[in-house]
């Protein structure tokens, strides 16, 4: 979804309990900072390592994991 309907979902209003839920850290100035980065914003990145990997585009090696959201 895009991230103006990222900050409008129902996702969006347990957004930080949910990152921290998950171990993430997060901090920023409002909560539509945070609706922003709710990962149903952003694409599944394991299909695409998985396109660029196939591609010749890139190598995988190493999977991470994310530690913390950062916004201002």
Known sequence: MSRTAAKHSDAARNARQRLEEQGIYVKSESREGIAEEI???YKDVDAVVDVVHRAG???KVARLKPI????G
């Open 39 to 41: 990962p149903e914003a």
């Open 68 to 71: 913390g959201v950062i916004k």
């Open 57 to 59: 585009l890139s190598k």
